[in-house]
C-alpha cells in the first residue's frame, strides 16, 4: 500500500489549484481501494477449493447476445477458456461475436458430454458419431468454433468427419458437395491427374 | 507447433473480422432456410490451415483426388507445410502390392481403407523375385543376381535413392533383407543376413550380419558366425531394434525340428555368446514361416505341419512373441483355409501395423487379418488373373507414405 503524498494545503493556494489537488486526491484515493479490492477477490478465488464454495461456471455469449452457462471443468477442455479462467478474465460473460447461438448450444453440449465421469469409451465413440451426422454446413460451424475456442478433440472429429465427405468421392462429386466455384478447366485437371494416374482410375 | 499456429490472441485478430463477414454472409443464407445455400462455395468458408488440417486425415489416393479438384486445393496438398501436416497423422493401414507375373515387376496395389486396386508402377526393382523389406512408408529392393544392388525408395512419390554395395560375400547362398524406419528422425537401418555353406565342410555354414545406416552412409559388419546344422533364409525382420531371423535345420536332425528363430541385438548390447546358442524354438512344427513387425512386435505366421508329415500343411497360425516365449493369436479359420483352393506348403505373408496380408503362390487371392478385431476377411477380387496354370504369384505389404523421402 502506498502512502499518498499529501500536498500541504496552504492558505495561499488560488481555488482553482485547491480543487485541482483535491481531484487529484480523490483520484489516488479510489485508485488505491479499488486495487486492494482486486488483491481480495484474487486471494478468494485461489481458495475455490473449499468445500463452501460454489461450483464456478463461466458464461459464454453468442453472436446475437444469447448466453450459455458452462461448467469451470467442462469448459477447460478449450483451451481459450481455460487461458481466460487462468487469467481471472472468466468472471464475466466472455463474447464469442463469431458464433451463433445454434452452434454454441451444441459446442457446450459436446465439452460437457467429454467432462462426465464415468462414460465408456465405446459409448461415448457413438454419441460423437451422433454429435457430427448433421448437415455438411453446421459440421463446417462446428469446426470453426472448435478452431477459435481450441478445443482439440472437437476439432479431430469434426475434420475427420469432413474428411469422410470426400473419401471415396471423384474430384467432379468433391466440386459438388463443396460447390466449389474455380475447379480446374478439364485440361488442368488432366494435368494434374497425369502426375498420379493409379490414384484416379 | 505448426508454424501456422498462432496464440489465440492474435488468431481472435487476425482472423475474427474475416469470419464474421463470411459468417454473416453464410448466415444470411441458410436462414433463408433455402437448400441451395449451396450457393456459397464450403471451401470458401475455411481458412487454408483448417482445410489442410482436414485434406491430411484422407487416404492417400484422395489426397491427390482432392488435389485435382481446383487450384487452391492442388497448391494446399502440393505445399511442405501440408507433407508435415501428414507426418503428424497415425500410420495409415498398409497396402499389399501383387506382382502380376513372374518376370515384369508389373502389379497393382491393394488399398484396404478404400478397398480398391491401384495400378502403381514400383520403382528401381527389376524383376519379382528381388528381396524387398519395408517400414514406416520406405521400401528397399536388393536384386537376386549378385545381391549388390540396393535402392531404397517411396512407391507413392516414386523417389528413390541406391544405396552403397553391401559388404561381406557376393554370390552368398541365402540372403535375408530387413528394415527400420524411424518416425522420429526418418532415418532407416537395413539389415543383410548371408548364409553361404563353408567348402567342403558338410553342415556348416558361414553366416554373416551387415548392417547399413542413413546416417553414416555406411556399411558395418556387426557378427560373423559358423552354425553348424542350420543355416538363416530370406526371412528376417527388425523389431524394437532387434533383428530377427529364421534358420532352417540342414541335416542331421529331427524332422519336427526343422525351423528355429535367432535374436540378435542391432545396439550391439547382447553378449558375445554365439548366436546359435540364443536361438528360440519354435511354436509348433511348421512348413514355413513369414515374420512381420506388428506395431515393434515380432509376428510370425506359420504352416502348421501335420503331426506325422510335417512338410504337409494343415493349417495357418498366428503367433507374437513375447519374450522368448509364442503366444498363439489366430488360427486361420477351415472356410479361409479352404478357400484358397490347394494351398502349397509354403505361402506368401507380410504385414505391419495392424492387418497381416496371406496370400497362395497358386493364385491372386488375398486374405487380410485384422489384429485389432481379429477378423479374417477376403481383399476385393484382384485385376490380375491367372493366364497359365504355373503362373506364380507374389507379393509384400507397405505403408502408403506421400511425405517421406529416402
Not at chain 2, 471451401?43 to 488435389?67: H, M, N, T
Not at chain 2, 523389406?133 to 520406405?138: D, M, P, R
Not at chain 2, 523389431?239 to 530377427?244: E, F, H, T
Not at chain 2, 510335417?310 to 493369436?329: A, C, H, S, T, V
Given at each position: ?14 481555488e ?59 469448459a ?11 487469467e ?22 459436446y ?33 470453426l ?10 476439432l ?46 | ?31 433463408e ?92 526393382i ?17 536384386d ?32 535375408a ?38 546416417e ?68 509348433c ?19 502348421i ?6 512338410d ?12 522368448r ?31 497381416i ?50
Amino acid at each position: 500500500m502506498r502512502y499518498l503524498a499529501l500536498p500541504l494545503l496552504s492558505q495561499n493556494l488560488t481555488e482553482s489549484t485547491a480543487r485541482a489537488q483535491t481531484l487529484s486526491l480523490y483520484l489516488q484515493l479510489s485508485l488505491q481501494v479499488s486495487l486492494s479490492q482486486r488483491n481480495e477477490s484474487t486471494m478468494s478465488s485461489s481458495s475455490s477449493s473449499l468445500p463452501s464454495c460454489p461450483k464456478k461456471v463461466v458464461t459464454l455469449k453468442s453472436s446475437e447476445g444469447e448466453t450459455f452457462e458452462i461448467e469451470e471443468i467442462a469448459a477447460l477442455q478449450s483451451k481459450t477458456l481455460e487461458n481466460m479462467i487462468d487469467e481471472n478474465c472468466a468472471d464475466t460473460p466472455i463474447p464469442l461475436p463469431n458464433i451463433k447461438g445454434k452452434i454454441l448450444a451444441k459446442v457446450v453440449e459436446y465439452c460437457n458430454k467429454h467432462a462426465e465421469v464415468g462414460v465408456d469409451a465405446e459409448s461415448l465413440r457413438a454419441w460423437d458419431a451422433e454429435f457430427v451426422n448433421v448437415e455438411n454446413t453446421t459440421v463446417f460451424d462446428y469446426i470453426l468454433a472448435a478452431n477459435f475456442l481450441e478445443i482439440p478433440t472437437l476439432l479431430d472429429l469434426t475434420c475427420q468427419s469432413v474428411a469422410d465427405m470426400i473419401k471415396g468421392k471423384t474430384p467432379a462429386e468433391i466440386e459438388k458437395t463443396f460447390n466449389i466455384k474455380s475447379a480446374f478447366t478439364p485440361e488442368e485437371e488432366e494435368q494434374v491427374r497425369r502426375e498420379n494416374q493409379w490414384a484416379f482410375e | 507447433m505448426m508454424d501456422g499456429e498462432t496464440s489465440w490472441v492474435s488468431h481472435c485478430n487476425d482472423d475474427t473480422a474475416r469470419h464474421i463477414d463470411e459468417f454473416e454472409l453464410f448466415s444470411e443464407l441458410s436462414d433463408e432456410g433455402n437448400q441451395a445455400a449451396s450457393a456459397v462455395s464450403l471451401d470458401l468458408i475455411l481458412p487454408d490451415d483448417l482445410l489442410e488440417r482436414i485434406l491430411a486425415c484422407l487416404p492417400v489416393a484422395s489426397i491427390f483426388k482432392a488435389g485435382s479438384v481446383c487450384k487452391r486445393w492442388h497448391e494446399l496438398v502440393s505445399s511442405r507445410r501440408f507433407l508435415w501436416n501428414l507426418s503428424q497423422v497415425p500410420s495409415q493401414k498398409p497396402w499389399y502390392f501383387m506382382f502380376m507375373s513372374s518376370d515384369e515387376p508389373g502389379g497393382y496395389a491393394y488399398d484396404p481403407t478404400l478397398r480398391k486396386w491401384y495400378n502403381v508402377g514400383l520403382p528401381c526393382i527389376e524383376t519379382p523375385n528381388w528381396f524387398k523389406a519395408s517400414s514406416c512408408g520406405l521400401v528397399s529392393f536388393m536384386d537376386n543376381d549378385s545381391r549388390s544392388e540396393l535402392y531404397v525408395c517411396n512407391p507413392i512419390s516414386r523417389r528413390s535413392r541406391k544405396l552403397a554395395e553391401p559388404p561381406g560375400l557376393k554370390f552368398s547362398d541365402y540372403s535375408a533383407l530387413a528394415m527400420s524406419t524411424s518416425r522420429v528422425s526418418n532415418g532407416y537401418q537395413i539389415s543383410i543376413v548371408k548364409s553361404k555353406e563353408v567348402p567342403g565342410k558338410i553342415f556348416q555354414w558361414d553366416i554373416s550380419i551387415h548392417l547399413y545406416d542413413s546416417e553414416t552412409r555406411m556399411w558395418a559388419t556387426l557378427s560373423t558366425e559358423v552354425f553348424t546344422g542350420w543355416r538363416a533364409g530370406d526371412e528376417s525382420v527388425i523389431c524394437d531394434g532387434i533383428l530377427y531371423f529364421l534358420i532352417y535345420s540342414t541335416g542331421g536332425g529331427a524332422p519336427e525340428n526343422r525351423h528355429g528363430l535367432v535374436p540378435y541385438d542391432l545396439s550391439g548390447r547382447s553378449s558375445h555368446a554365439l548366436l546359435i546358442r540364443n536361438s528360440i524354438a519354435v511354436p509348433c512344427p511348421l512348413t514355413c514361416g513369414r515374420l512381420m513387425n506388428l506395431k515393434e512386435n515380432l509376428v510370425m505366421v506359420g504352416g502348421i505341419g501335420k503331426q506325422d508329415r510335417p512338410d504337409i500343411i494343415k493349417g495357418i497360425g498366428i503367433w507374437m512373441l513375447r519374450g522368448r516365449e509364442w503366444q498363439e493369436i489366430a488360427r486361420m479359420p477351415h472356410r479361409f483355409f479352404q478357400g484358397f483352393g490347394e494351398l502349397d506348403d509354403v505361402f506368401a505373408s507380410s504385414g505391419m501395423d495392424d492387418v497381416i496380408y496371406i496370400q497362395s503362390y497358386g493364385s491372386s487371392l488375398l486374405l487380410l487379418f485384422d489384429m485389432n478385431q481379429k477378423q479374417w476377411k477376403w481383399s476385393l477380387k484382384c485385376p490380375v488373373t491367372k493366364r497359365f496354370p504355373l503362373q506364380l504369384f507374389t507379393g509384400f505389404s507397405f505403408e502408403p507414405r506421400l511425405e517421406i523421402a529416402p
